[in-house]
């Protein structure tokens, strides 16, 4: 069986290049929509504009993108051909032909990593004074003091296991670095294969001297493994990198304790079926062959590298402390109205009831506003409630001990808790324990679904009445993400949100069916209805309508229809989507009136907005925001919250949003009828819109 090979990834596609079965249908292939996305990752590692060690990490940004796409949805796809399961997606691809067009996009992504680490960023680090030097280059002293290292760091934590009749091939863990050995005894000439599993409490980039001069861990490992191998020739050494099967095949409506079977199938992740092996160009048929058959793997599951695997690594680099290399700091600011609070001692519901707050993190604080409000909520003695959601959350979550404190002071809480949140299941059950250890109430939603909503309601007592206080949000509930990912937060104190946000958290702990919501619009029952029914009533003004939304993804094909219907009627429609896009743009009878455009940056975009011109009764713009993408899951597999911003100030607040993003003097790439995404320049003429909304921010604080 012969490899594919590709020399170009995405980036470098011409349309006679581009997955041809596309053009001339409806949709565009999710699989090879991530793949396009993950390539638009790699050219911000390559953009001279970007700091040297910023470009760094999207190279190492864009590995770990692989790394998850590979354990999820290629995983997936291998399980349907084994299943034998033929039926095409919507945009006409059968399993199979996804993934042999996966696997030839993957090699040509891989080559173009090797080549921009190898012939762009190691000689400009070079020049900025950080140098990654091969063992070879390195003098006498160096490899002497580095051997010194070896024997008394690394050598006791090795463990090198052979392959013969008394020791079968040994485990390899997922995306775990390996280094393969092939050892020759001289006396005998019998040949041994051995496996050595290069340690993660190491960094990887060893530091030469005292300087910043490197060598990788595995040539240091690789230039002693005489030590390891007392009397052995050492005949072929090279890095091996296996991924697995990373999903959970868990049906919760089966399971009679969700924690204890999410525990189980957290165990047996760690021996999830290979699903690809990395390794370097050169390798040995024979090594080779030994690996592919006790891995079970085909020839078509092999990645071949010119160089360093595992680039997720070049973290470490990126988080050096130089900062001229690395993006100027951009402080969040705490709202204003926030800072006039706190100068006048009120609390912040004082100022919700005021008047509703929206926040915008990173650029503004998400530990003054979002994790203030639940640390005031939880002193104070006016309070009786707290109910949140909890997706993602950090493993040294304020929130989550404020809760816990809180119940420890014997107010009601209450946390719809999704310990199925992918690669944060063991974090988030290590939550779930000590909530419930704590007191709180703990549930994990509803049979069958992931509750992706991210929605606090407090009770609290004021003088005038008891009144509930609502944050609904775009973000997870996390301090660390807050400071990376652009999201927004609206507080209300709004008398039919706080009925809804009680009647969301009693369908989620309760036994009931799912409300009519006043104002909310909520998945999986409701909102893709009224998606829908927006999408038609702006199609009925016709030339009039315009639709403008900023979505991480856009899959679903009844939205996507819906939005060339409008097209058709003369809709002008304007999508910022950062991730998967399956909707074709610009195409002459369907969408020529859509336009597609993705905006990446020092921050991942992940706000939600939604706004139609003619959205409300009256015929005003309608301006939402909220948790969901358009994507099936997000419609009908999962609880998601939009709630719709009402204020004029927060109204033109997320005007001026879009207005940045959908600005053509901003950098940006733009999908075309040939769905291929273009860059539209890179030049000091093109602004960027992160730096652009940053500094209105800091300029407009008061809402």
Not at 255 to 269: G, P, Q
Request: aromatic share 8%; proline share 4%.
């Amino acid at each position: 069986m012969t490899f594919w090979r590709n020399r170009f990834s995405v980036a470098h596609r011409t349309p006679t290049d581009s997955y041809a079965v596309g053009i001339g249908r409806r949709y565009i292939n999710r699989e090879l929509s991530w793949l396009d996305f993950n390539d638009r990752v790699l050219t911000l590692s390559r953009n001279k504009k970007v700091p040297l060690l910023e470009r760094c990490r999207f190279l190492a940004i864009c590995s770990s993108n692989l790394d998850e796409f590979y354990q999820i949805r290629v995983a997936a796809l291998k399980d349907q051909v084994a299943g034998g399961i033929t039926t095409a997606t919507p945009d006409g691809l059968t399993p199979l032909e996804q993934l042999r067009q996966i696997i030839l996009r993957t090699q040509g992504f891989v080559d173009i990593q090797h080549e921009i680490w190898s012939k762009e960023l190691l000689p400009e680090l070079a020049e900025a004074g950080i140098r990654i030097t091969a063992w070879s280059d390195l003098d006498d002293a160096e490899k002497t003091k580095l051997s010194t290292d070896f024997d008394q760091r690394m050598f006791p934590v090795l463990t090198p296991l052979v392959v013969d009749p008394a020791h079968p091939f040994p485990y390899i863990s997922n995306l775990a670095l390996n280094l393969a050995v092939v050892a020759r005894d001289p006396n005998s000439g019998e040949q041994r294969f051995a496996r050595l599993k290069v340690p993660k409490n190491l960094t990887r980039f060893v530091r030469v001297g005292d300087g910043q001069k490197y060598v990788l861990l595995e040539d240091v490992i690789s230039a002693n493994m005489g030590r390891l191998f007392k009397g052995m020739t050492i005949e072929q050494c090279f890095v091996f990198r296996v991924t697995r099967n990373a999903d959970l095949s868990l049906d919760d409506e089966d399971a009679e304790d969700l924690l204890a079977a999410v525990e189980m199938e957290l165990r047996r992740r760690r021996f999830g079926r290979a699903v690809r092996i990395e390794i370097p160009r050169g390798t040995s048929q024979e090594a080779l062959d030994l690996m592919c058959e006790e891995l079970e793997l085909e020839a078509d599951d092999v990645t071949f590298h010119r160089g360093m695997i595992e680039m997720n690594a070049l973290n470490q680099l990126a988080s050096l402390d130089i900062p001229d290399l690395r993006y100027r700091p951009w402080p969040p600011l705490t709202a204003g109205r926030l800072v006039a609070a706190e100068l006048n001692g009120q609390s912040i519901f004082q100022v919700i009831r005021e008047r509703q707050l929206l926040v915008h993190h990173p650029h503004e604080s998400f530990s003054s506003s979002v994790e203030a409000f639940v640390e005031q909520a939880t002193n104070d003695p006016k309070v009786h409630s707290i109910k949140i959601t909890l997706y993602r959350t950090s493993g040294d979550s304020s929130i989550a001990k404020q809760l816990v404190r809180a119940a420890e002071a014997g107010k009601q809480v209450a946390v719809v808790l999704e310990i199925k949140a992918r690669f944060d299941e063991a974090r988030n059950i290590a939550w779930a324990k000590e909530l419930e250890y704590a007191g709180v109430h703990v549930t994990y939603g509803i049979v069958g679904l992931k509750t992706h909503s991210k929605c606090i309601l407090v009770v609290r007592e004021d003088n005038d009445q008891m009144r509930r206080y609502v944050h609904i949000g775009t973000g997870n509930y996390n301090s660390v993400t807050a400071r990376l990912y652009e999201d927004i937060g609206f507080f209300t104190c709004e008398e039919q949100i706080g009925a809804d946000a009680t009647e969301l958290f009693n369908y989620l702990t309760g036994y009931a069916k799912e409300p009519d919501y006043l104002r909310l619009f909520v998945a999986p029952h409701q909102l893709r209805p009224r998606i829908l029914e927006l999408i038609h009533r702006e199609a009925s003004y016709g030339s009039d309508g315009r639709i403008a939304l900023k979505l991480n993804s856009i899959s679903d094909p009844a939205v996507i229809d819906a939005l060339y219907m409008a097209s058709n009627a003369g809709v002008k429609i304007d999508l910022v989507v950062r991730g998967i896009c399956c909707l074709r743009a610009g195409v002459a009878g369907m969408s020529e009136n859509i336009r597609v455009r993705s905006i990446l940056g020092r921050y991942l975009e992940h706000s939600r907005i939604y706004r139609f011109e003619h959205g409300l009764e009256d015929g005003s713009p309608l301006h939402l925001i909220g948790s969901a993408d358009l994507m099936g899951r997000n419609l009908d597999g999962r609880v998601e919250v939009l709630v719709p911003l009402t204020h004029p100030k927060h109204r033109a607040w997320l005007d001026k949003v879009l207005g940045f993003l959908l600005d053509e003097g901003v950098e940006h790439f733009a999908l075309g009828d040939d769905d291929l995404w273009r860059k539209n320049g890179v030049g000091d003429e093109v602004g960027d819109a992160q730096q652009r909304l940053h500094e209105w921010v800091v300029a407009t604080q008061v809402r």
